[in-house]
């Protein structure tokens, strides 16, 4: 089993950044990819960014060129950077692991960005 914590969420202006950290433990030798999803008000979970153990990242259009998905080995630890926020980027952010075909989760944390 693969445990998730993230952090980093938190209220900012639009235009400004965050830095959200995600944290695994448990098998993390068995991970596949990483990725941040974030679920806005109203709408349905959606992949933001992904990253494989070889190094390949996937990025949502929206997003492309504003966050970038990093990973510290050592730590056991992604991070999504996130710049020139939107108001529209405002949702909860959950941290993934994939496993073969299973997924494990992170509790989520909120990113509030205010116009």
């Known amino acids: 089993q693969v445990q998730l914590v993230e952090s980093g969420g938190g209220l900012v202006q639009s235009g400004g950044s965050l830095r959200l950290s995600c944290t695994a433990s448990g098998s993390v030798s068995t991970i596949y990819a990483m990725a941040w999803y974030r679920q806005r008000p109203g709408k349905q979970r959606e992949l933001v960014a992904a990253?494989?153990?070889?190094?390949?990242?996937n990025y949502a259009g929206a997003v492309k060129g504003r966050f970038t998905i990093s990973r510290d080995n050592a730590k056991n630890t992604v991070y999504l950077q996130m710049n020139s926020l939107k108001p529209e980027d405002t949702a909860v952010y959950y941290c993934n692991a994939r496993r073969g075909s299973f997924d494990s989760w992170g509790q989520g944390t909120q990113v509030t960005v205010s116009s």
């Open positions: 990253l494989t153990r070889t190094g390949r990242t």
